[in-house]
């Protein structure tokens, strides 16, 4: 029949449209070729990334994260050839010794002086029991030495040494010591017993050991002659002068003391003067206004 051809040949025509509209096959070669050169690309980066890794010095920073990630800070690589730490110096101890070394006069040394006190705190008479307790030489710090002229009363040149300890009470040391006599001259006592009424200023009262010769010899002292006078002082003093035989000592204050000294050479008969001043410069003492001062030579 004339409408079976007719539809013989739409199924014809349907089949020719299929492979005419069927989709195109995929460009496989244009992919292919598309993937080997990311993939070319992607060994090249890898490849400088090892190069500088490892052209990289010692100290190189590595760039793993605390998760093994590659994140994070970046932190210096740990590394066998590091410089080794440079040493913290050990600080240099404090002294131990005073502060102050004392006046020291006629070439006499620290050292010098410090034997000089040591013999003479450590020194016993064989035959006699020693009442008094001097103590350890490292108690005291020393405060004057000078050389010594021998008199009558103890004939023979020497040294002076005075000491005076820091503790309570403080107590006051004047050593003579001649060389080639294992017995030395002392003189030991409290300088804390003084008169409730002492002033800023106290002369000590058995500093005429330093300053005159023996009563012996009046009149006939061995010439040029190295005296000195001590005392103590209160912190409101700030400057002490000696006056003695016509010339005016400017006395050391230390750390409670003064110490003034000077050289004779012309023979006296009165004791020095002491004067003592505070930070404005007025006088807070003056020996020739202490009764307790003896003024005169005996």
């Not at 064989?126 to 050389?147: F, H, Q």
């Not at 002292?221 to 000592?249: C, H, M, N, Q």
Request: hydrophobic share 35%; with cysteine; aromatic share 8%.
């Amino acid at each position: 029949m004339t409408d079976n051809g007719f539809e013989e040949r739409v199924r014809d025509l349907l089949s020719e449209d299929a492979y005419t509209i069927s989709p195109s096959p995929a460009p496989y070669p244009a992919i292919r070729r598309r993937g080997v050169a990311w993939r070319r690309r992607r060994v090249a980066a890898t490849g400088a990334a090892l190069a500088a890794l490892v052209a990289a010095p010692v100290g190189a920073y590595a760039l793993t994260g605390a998760d093994g990630s590659g994140g994070g800070e970046a932190s210096p690589a740990a590394s066998s050839t590091a410089a080794a730490p440079t040493p913290t110096p050990t600080p240099t101890p404090t002294p131990t010794e005073a502060d102050t070394r004392g006046v020291l006069l006629d070439g006499i040394t620290y050292e010098q002086a410090l034997d000089d006190l040591k013999d003479c705190v450590e020194f016993r008479w064989p035959s006699a029991s020693e009442t008094v307790d001097y103590g350890d030489p490292a108690d005291y710090r020393v405060l004057l030495a000078m050389r010594s002229t021998g008199d009558s009363n103890a004939p023979g040149d020497g040294r002076f040494v005075v000491a005076v300890t820091d503790g309570t009470p403080v107590k006051r040391l004047i050593c003579n010591v001649e060389d080639g006599d294992d017995a030395p001259g002392r003189n030991f006592g409290d300088a804390e017993a003084t008169a409730p009424d002492a002033g800023p200023v106290v002369p000590d009262p058995n500093a005429h050991k330093l300053y005159s010769q023996s009563f012996l010899d009046k009149g006939n002292w061995k010439l040029p002659f190295r005296w000195a006078g001590i005392g103590t002082v209160e912190d409101s003093v700030a400057r002490v002068t000696v006056e003695y035989g016509g010339e005016t000592s400017e006395a050391v204050l230390d750390d409670g003391w003064y110490v003034a000294t000077g050289e004779l050479d012309q023979q006296v008969t009165k004791a020095p003067h002491v004067k003592g001043f505070d930070a404005d410069g007025k006088l807070v003492y003056d020996s020739d206004e202490d009764e307790g001062y003896m003024a005169d030579l005996p």
